[in-house]
């Protein structure tokens, strides 16, 4: 992995030309929206990638990394647009610099140019994670079960589990679809048989009964024993023999057809429920353009791997990644679609297995009817069978049913006028014709049973072929599912324990109970989380949604760590934290500084109080922050880096504009102190609106502070300790001074700030106030350069134990000998 040195921008974006040093250090860029912050967030991105993650996605038609990566005004000079990026590995410690321009974003050059600063690299690029916005974090909480699962396992890099599920759940499908086949072929079979043998059911006693009654007839040797596989025509020498009719089984079938003709019932309820689906289909013909890409296009997905080539068109791409992101949203924004394909092919299999067997009467019929009936009946039986067959065979398929709506919708099934009159007359033509000897009789009915014998037998392997091919399928994907239900299972378990615990840490006040709950079923992960003990629910289901882009980031943090392990050094947030509400930011520092100490986090945001609060939780130092103030078109942004509030006033007196750095003292006094006032616990009126007046923070300082002071006094002379004792008065002496001073010009703020006329000081005035703050905060701050931090109280309430800095140089006893 790497960490970031320094950065140089020039004709960039909304930047024209920027140094700055991050120093492999946790890094702020903080200033107003529009200042030109995403600049930076962009640049980055393309050193590493040669892409622009916010010139790609949904609402990005027509814009090119290489037509609006330029400055504006480098339009039509993409050359003069480079990033050049020096980091170092923090594997090998070596150190290297890669530049790329817009004009060729695919290459870059790299100096020096290392097997392991490559390497490097390569592990950055394949991690497009590692930057991170608010619009990402919200996909990991509330999007729906199918989606976040999608999401979740793109970012640990397990995107096949899902293919590869998508994939067998496929085949499935299709050979799920060649069983129901086979069942109505099967099934159409066992009617035809019964009804010749004339058996409600087909066991083998009944129908060896049957079999050995013709046989008996005709002389032959009785079966002893009958199975699908029996020659039941064994012995029979039918080569030259004509068949006789079989009056009873063919007036069975034939009345087989006209009972069915005259109930369709289940028929049409069958095709009410098809219809329906269809007509939506009808009504948004854009949604079979998705059904019709979206196989395709998941195919497509299983073949991006490390190639950034498109395998359905040739198109390249900037990255895989990107590519990758690409059909997935494809695959995503056809999910609605994809559920109504699934109700036209659920209503489509009901609907096709009543007809088939239907179709399996008709067949039965018609056979009769080529030997036995008038042409005009042959015809007008022939002409429904067809009709029927045509039927099925547009209804495979959803664009075959879609295709034949408007004949669905009339009423496919009605019976043509003159079949009914036709079959009555058949039957009664069938039943009138004089019975047949009983030698040919029995001929004839053993010839028919012997053929639709074989028929039910090659049905039957053919169904019991189809199962077992459906079983294994079966068995094939829920194995799978559940093998990788179980392998996500455990790496959620240990995925959310962290997620649990991060959360915690930055709503300690409120929800140090919190646990959540990721549950990955069959290509979902459903994830549900704690509310006050009072039961697991989806995180949109009650809590707010600063505290759910809280839980965004904690599960990113999360899963990143998982991802990467110790690997794990470098991450971007983009006005990320701003997600968090902004009574836990300071845990949320906490949480990165402690948890993850080595890794470089940089981080955009337009809140000064939230970039004076990094710094003030020392997660970033002074220097480690760039300041944008204000941007135009022709100069870019105007920046600083390092500097504190302080600087900017001393370059406002130096302009000697005094009201500006009246104002900006002021501002600083109002993001300073609230932060100052929580360290000491300093006791202030309790505002609902947590809009807190100066004065009033200004005084509850002082007056908590003085009260440590006292304690701290006490403490020292409890324990006699001299040393001790003179700190204390050393503190109190400094305490006097500085609130002499800044009692004495704090009138002056006001002043200038709310411009009163009579306020005109010149900058030789102003100064003193200014000397005056800075001394009265220094009373709060250690002195050493590398802390820098405010003291703060420790221990918890009513039993404080110290007044202290984070590097221990300030640290005053409050305990007290006890007696």
């Given at each position: 992995m790497i960490q970031i040195l320094a950065l140089h921008i020039e004709e960039f974006r909304g930047i024209r030309n920027l140094k700055t040093t991050l120093d492999g250090k946790s890094f702020a860029i903080h200033g107003p929206n529009g200042s030109g912050k995403s600049g930076v967030v962009d640049a980055i991105g393309f050193a590493f990638t040669g892409t622009i993650a916010r010139l790609s996605g949904s609402g990005t038609a027509g814009i090119t990394v290489q037509k609006h990566g330029p400055h504006v005004h480098k339009r039509d000079d993409p050359g003069a647009a480079k990033v050049a990026l020096t980091f170092r590995d923090t594997a090998s410690g070596q150190t290297g610099v890669i530049t790329r321009t817009v004009k060729n974003p695919a290459s870059f050059s790299l100096q020096p140019d290392t097997a392991e600063l490559r390497q490097a690299l390569t592990v950055v690029q394949q991690h497009p994670e590692l930057t991170l916005s608010r619009r990402e974090i919200i996909k990991f909480i509330l999007s729906e079960a199918g989606k976040r699962a999608g999401e979740v396992q793109a970012l640990l890099r397990l995107e096949t589990l899902d293919a590869q599920r998508k994939a067998l759940k496929s085949a499935l499908g299709k050979v799920a679809g060649d069983k129901s086949t086979a069942h109505s072929n099967f099934t159409n079979a066992q009617a035809a048989a019964s009804r010749h043998f004339d058996l409600q059911r087909l066991t083998s006693a009944e129908v060896l009964g049957v079999v050995n009654g013709y046989r008996a007839v005709l002389g032959l040797t009785a079966l002893e024993n009958i199975a699908l596989g029996t020659d039941l025509k064994e012995g029979l020498d039918d080569r030259?023999?004509?068949?006789?009719?079989?009056?009873?089984?063919?007036?069975?079938?034939?009345?087989?057809?006209?009972?069915?003709?005259?109930?369709?019932?289940?028929?049409?309820?069958?095709?009410?429920?098809l219809t329906k689906p269809l007509a939506t289909l009808q009504a948004n013909p854009g949604v079979l353009d998705s059904l019709k890409h979206r196989a395709f296009v998941e195919t497509g997905l299983t073949l991006v791997e490390t190639d950034s080539v498109c395998p359905l068109c040739d198109v390249e791409w900037d990255s895989p990644e990107?590519?990758?992101?690409?059909?997935?949203?494809?695959?995503?924004?056809?999910?609605?679609?994809?559920?109504?394909?699934?109700?036209?092919?659920?209503?489509?299999?009901?609907?096709?297995?009543?007809?088939?067997?239907?179709?399996?009467?008709?067949?039965?019929?018609?056979?009769?009817?080529?030997?036995?009936?008038?042409?005009?009946?042959?015809?007008?039986?022939?002409?429904?069978?067809?009709?029927?067959?045509?039927?099925?065979?547009?209804?495979?398929?959803?664009?075959?049913?879609?295709?034949?709506?408007?004949?669905?919708?009339?009423?496919?099934?009605?019976?043509?006028?003159?079949?009914?009159?036709?079959?009555?007359?058949?039957?009664?033509?069938?039943?009138?014709?004089?019975?047949?000897?009983?030698?040919?009789?029995?001929?004839?009915?053993?010839?028919?049973?012997?053929?639709?014998?074989?028929?039910?037998?090659?049905?039957?392997?053919?169904?019991?072929?189809?199962?077992?091919?459906?079983?294994?399928?079966?068995?094939?994907?829920?194995?799978?599912?559940?093998?990788?239900?179980?392998?996500?299972?455990?790496?959620?378990?240990?995925?959310?324990?962290?997620?649990?615990?991060?959360?915690?840490?930055?709503?300690?006040?409120?929800?140090?109970?919190?646990?959540?709950?990721?549950?990955?079923?069959?290509?979902?992960?459903?994830?549900?989380?704690?509310?006050?003990?009072?039961?697991?629910?989806?995180?949109?289901?009650?809590?707010?949604?600063?505290?759910?882009?809280?839980?965004?980031?904690?599960?990113?943090?999360?899963?990143?760590?998982?991802?990467?392990?110790?690997?794990?050094?470098?991450?971007?947030?983009?006005?990320?934290?701003?997600?968090?509400?902004?009574?836990?930011?300071?845990?949320?520092?906490?949480?990165?500084?402690?948890?993850?100490?080595?890794?470089?986090?940089v981080i955009t945001t337009h809140d000064e109080i939230w970039a004076k609060q990094m710094q003030s939780s020392q997660l970033i130092s002074k220097k480690s922050q760039l300041r944008f103030h204000g941007w135009s078109v022709d100069t870019g942004p105007?920046?600083?880096?390092?500097?504190?509030?302080?600087?900017?006033?001393?370059?406002?007196?130096?302009?000697?504009?005094?009201?500006?750095?009246?104002?900006?003292?002021?501002?600083?006094?109002?993001?300073?102190?609230?932060?100052?006032?929580?360290?000491?616990?300093?006791?202030?009126?309790?505002?609902?609106?947590?809009?807190?007046?100066?004065?009033?923070?200004?005084?509850?300082?002082?007056?908590?502070?003085?009260?440590?002071?006292?304690?701290?006094?006490?403490?020292?002379?409890?324990?006699?300790?001299?040393?001790?004792?003179?700190?204390?008065?050393?503190?109190?002496?400094?305490?006097?001074?500085?609130?002499?001073?800044?009692?004495?010009?704090?009138?002056?703020?006001?002043?200038?700030?709310?411009?009163?006329?009579?306020?005109?000081?010149?900058?030789?005035?102003?100064?003193?106030?200014?000397?005056?703050?800075?001394?009265?905060?220094?009373?709060?701050?250690?002195?050493?350069?590398?802390?820098?931090?405010?003291?703060?109280?420790?221990?918890?309430?009513?039993?404080?134990?110290?007044?202290?800095?984070?590097c221990g140089e300030y640290n005053v006893n409050l305990v007290s000998k006890s007696k």
């Open positions: 030259d023999a004509e068949v006789a009719l079989d009056k009873p089984s063919a007036v069975r079938d034939v009345q087989a057809l006209q009972a069915w003709l005259a109930d369709q019932s289940n028929l049409n309820a069958a095709l009410a429920a990107l590519l990758r992101a690409h059909l997935q949203e494809k695959v995503s924004s056809s999910q609605e679609a994809a559920r109504l394909e699934q109700r036209i092919k659920q209503a489509t299999a009901e609907l096709l297995d009543l007809l088939r067997a239907g179709r399996g009467v008709v067949r039965a019929a018609s056979k009769l009817a080529t030997t036995w009936a008038e042409v005009a009946t042959q015809e007008a039986i022939q002409s429904w069978e067809d009709r029927l067959l045509a039927l099925d065979s547009q209804l495979a398929t959803v664009p075959g049913a879609l295709a034949i709506y408007e004949q669905l919708e009339a009423d496919p099934f009605a019976v043509p006028a003159g079949l009914t009159t036709a079959l009555s007359s058949f039957a009664a033509d069938l039943a009138a014709k004089p019975d047949t000897s009983a030698q040919a009789k029995a001929r004839s009915s053993l010839i028919i049973a012997a053929e639709r014998w074989s028929q039910l037998r090659l049905a039957r392997t053919g169904y019991d072929a189809a199962a077992k091919a459906h079983e294994l399928a079966d068995n094939v994907y829920r194995a799978y599912c559940r093998v990788a239900d179980e392998a996500l299972t455990s790496l959620y378990d240990q995925v959310e324990t962290r997620f649990s615990q991060f959360y915690q840490r930055i709503n300690a006040d409120d929800e140090s109970g919190f646990k959540a709950e990721l549950e990955p079923s069959a290509g979902k992960l459903d994830l549900l989380v704690d509310f006050y003990g009072l039961g697991m629910f989806p995180p949109g289901a009650y809590h707010s949604e600063g505290h759910q882009d809280g839980m965004g980031v904690c599960l990113y943090l999360a899963l990143v760590e998982k991802l990467l392990g110790p690997a794990f050094r470098f991450a971007v947030l983009d006005d990320v934290v701003m997600s968090v509400d902004s009574n836990h930011r300071r845990q949320f520092c906490e949480l990165l500084r402690a948890e993850f100490p080595n890794v470089q986090f105007a920046s600083e880096q390092g500097s504190d509030f302080w600087a900017r006033i001393d370059q406002d007196l130096a302009k000697d504009d005094v009201p500006a750095a009246a104002h900006k003292l002021r501002r600083g006094l109002e993001a300073e102190l609230p932060e100052l006032a929580e360290e000491l616990r300093a006791r202030v009126t309790y505002r609902g609106d947590a809009k807190y007046e100066l004065g009033e923070l200004l005084s509850a300082v002082k007056g908590r502070h003085n009260d440590w002071l006292k304690k701290a006094a006490n403490s020292a002379a409890s324990w006699n300790l001299p040393d001790a004792k003179q700190r204390v008065a050393d503190l109190k002496d400094a305490r006097s001074k500085a609130l002499l001073a800044q009692d004495g010009e704090n009138w002056a703020i006001n002043a200038l700030v709310h411009y009163n006329g009579w306020a005109t000081m010149t900058k030789h005035d102003f100064a003193p106030v200014v000397q005056a703050c800075r001394e009265f905060l220094q009373l709060f701050r250690c002195d050493n350069d590398d802390c820098e931090c405010w003291i703060t109280v420790t221990g918890i309430p009513g039993k404080e134990d110290a007044l202290r800095c984070q």
